[in-house]
């Protein structure tokens, strides 16, 4: 038995909620055969897109005068984690339910702390929310003060800090359900940023990379494996070129040196390899694995994916 963290991809969840409440129904099945092959499992998820919207529906309503003012980022990360949280829970626990397995589904609205110094808040790269043409960016970019980028030529998004999480608060109410057999859903969309003041927690406006807050988490409940789940099988240097190569295995050496040579995108492979990189140099015997929803169980048993450890 292991206990494996897994970091779910956007491709896992929808863009509404009745969407996303389909989706999560066929992600729950690749997570459950996990489980029922004895695992302990701990999901983590992003909500960039959940998260733009919850902001730009709150803004949109206090504009409306039909709130009194604006969400915080914060908080829209709050609710996103409840909501997402919600689905996810409710299709696991559903699947677990069909197979027979008497377990727990559990999500924690979590927080993470961040370095209020981080040089992450004075360069937003962020992507969060709906896509824009240029102008309805332009004019959102004026009205609401927010940076809005061209994102991979989809068209323009707002970008947000995404400072490097350094622990989990909850960390320790996590392990406490993984003790009791529970399966946990925590750092929902990278957590909800907080920094620290004279000992006390402050919620300040960011989004953290889900693929590092996962890493992080894993660090902190000792965890065996990292999974990162994404749309692609297998990692790829030299993508989508004629010379294209998918890679089996790494070594954080050599993983550095390829990512250094910029064959990963900065705000797609890049962070799940750097995130890799960290989780098995963290500890001897440690390895995580980067790989498509439907192949995990596959790829724990080594059978396809990429691994990264010493």
Not at 139 to 148: L, P, S
Request: hydrophobic content about 40%.
């Amino acid at each position: 038995m292991a206990k494996i963290v897994i970091a779910l991809g956007g491709n896992a969840l929808g863009n509404t909620p009745q969407e996303q409440l389909d989706l999560v129904r066929e992600t729950a099945k690749p997570i459950v055969d996990l489980i029922q092959d004895g695992n302990e499992v701990v999901i983590a998820h992003g909500n960039g897109p959940q998260v733009g919207m919850i902001n730009l529906g709150m803004s949109t309503a206090a504009e409306a005068k039909a709130i009194k003012s604006d969400m915080p980022f914060p908080e829209c990360g709050a609710m996103s984690q409840g909501y997402i949280g919600y689905h996810l829970q409710n299709a696991i626990g559903n699947e677990l339910y069909s197979r027979g397995l008497d377990k727990e589904v559990a999500t924690v609205v979590t927080q993470v702390l961040v370095d209020e110094n981080d040089k992450a808040f004075h360069n937003p790269t962020k992507p969060v929310g709906a896509f824009y043409d240029k102008e309805t960016a332009e004019r959102i970019a004026k009205e609401k003060g927010y940076t809005m980028v061209e994102d991979a030529g989809r068209g323009y998004r707002q970008v947000v800090p995404s400072p490097k999480p350094i622990d989990v608060v909850e960390k320790k109410a996590v392990e406490a359900l993984i003790k009791s057999g529970a399966v946990v859903i925590t750092v929902g969309g990278g957590g909800i940023p907080v920094v620290k003041r004279e000992g006390k927690l402050y919620g300040t406006p960011a989004v953290i990379d889900k693929d590092f807050a996962s890493e992080k988490l894993a660090e902190l409940i000792d965890a065996d494996k990292l999974v990162i789940l994404t749309a692609v099988e297998k990692v790829a240097i030299n993508f989508r070129k004629e010379n294209e190569e998918w890679l089996s295995s790494l070594t954080p050496e050599r993983a550095r040196a390829l990512s250094a040579e910029g064959h990963f995108a900065p705000g797609s492979m890049l962070p799940k390899v750097t995130a890799c990189i960290e989780f098995a140099e963290s500890k001897p015997g440690r390895e995580a694995i980067i790989t498509s929803l439907d192949k995990a169980l596959q790829a724990l048993n080594g059978e396809t994916g990429t691994v990264i450890k010493k």
